[in-house]
């Protein structure tokens, strides 16, 4: 607050400055938009007082305050909003990696709960949530007309209750209902594992542990795999990340780079721009990146791709990202609550704001349905061979260990092929790693 009033107390010294003749009407001007503003900040205390004394029902005055409040923010843009003390409170906790509630990222659109993503491993994600979905109905009740927070609220409710929300897909005719059994949310920011010779980083949210995780979890990797010369690259898999924490994006960001704009910040006042830049050290140790991202990809998860991208030091694969390029201020207020403020647009090192437009990948790959009819033909098919047939003639060519070799080559490549069947855009991006590893002429053994 202290920054928005400095920047104000500069404006009105340097406009004393100015010549009498082009003061006097921006002084009227300035009197007549104060004129206004009094006068309808008198209407609006009029109405107030007409609700509390005239309404059909007796309503509490903190709620109808909080009520125009929030009116008021929520007008601005879809992000905007008013925090009461327990809201503002659960926000501090998500920051913190554990909550409760369904495991959904969602945001507001044409009057409907639109879902951001699905966070991994929640009740919401195994009941096959999905992102891009609309929130219609919770437990029967219609959404439309509700805040953001008013229909986050209806979605609250005790760890072991059950909750029906009804979705609407894109694709299906109809719209369904789910059944979703309320938890304990405990996000584990990052889960890291390998996927042959690349190390897979799976962020899942920006919170408070997510650099930490990252930086643990790839050094764990990299140990087991013997040293980073055995590592032909690094997926970091960004997809349903709903973003987070403006820091930790930055962070992440920095992890991989050594030099250069990480991203800059442009606010209503130019003086209040910020630039955040990379420091020298690349966790990876120089191996390509590719960047896995989807439509729930959003915010903070959108730096992190657009800066690796700009800095050609990762090729971003999958689909177009959610697309929201502002940043949120939360501000403390009086009595415990709090609002949280669109004060800023994001740009990229190229200087492009992914604003409804989002991370556009460098290589489409689209996540493609398994059918289950399908997966049952291949269970069932019969997989025969010379090597299975009574009697067969020996290969008395090669010796145990080059039989040994070709083996494991096939082992490796069938656990590939179970890779595409499960994720074909994660199998996608360490093929592209291995493929990079083979041309540089450093491939793993």
Known sequence: MKKFLMAASVGILTGAIATTQVAAPLLAQESEKSSNVYEQLDLFGDIFERIRAQYV??????????????????????????LSPDDAENMQVQTRGEFGGLGIEVTQEDGFVKVVSPMDGTPADQAGIESGDFIT????????????????????????????????????????DVSIIRDTIEL????????????VLRVTTFNDNTFPNLESGLKEQVEALGGMENVSGIVLDLRNNPGGLLTQAIKVSDAFLDKGEIVSTRGRDPQDGERFNATPGDLAGGKPIVVLINGGSASASEIVAGALQDHHRAIVVGT??????????????RGNGAMRLTTSRYYTPSGRSIQALGVSPDILVQQPPRSEQTAEEEETRPGRSEADLRGRLNNDSLSEDEIKQIEEDRARAEEAAKLREEDYQLAYAVDILRGLSVMGGNQPE
């Open 320 to 333: 177009k990202s959610f697309g929201k390029g502002s940043v949120q201020t939360v501000m403390p207020l």
């Open 188 to 199: 584990t920011a990052v889960r890291a594992r390998t996927e042959r010779d690349a190390v």
């Open 57 to 82: 029902e007796e309503v509490e005055t903190n709620e109808l305050i909080e009520a125009a409040i929030n009116g008021m923010l929520t007008s601005l843009d879809p992000h905007s909003s008013y």
């Open 137 to 176: 109905h919770v437990d029967g009740e219609s959404v439309l007309g509700l805040t953001l927070n008013e229909a986050v609220d209806l979605m609250r409710g005790p760890v072991g209750s059950e909750i029906v929300i009804t979705v609407v897909r894109e694709g299906q005719p109809e719209p369904f």
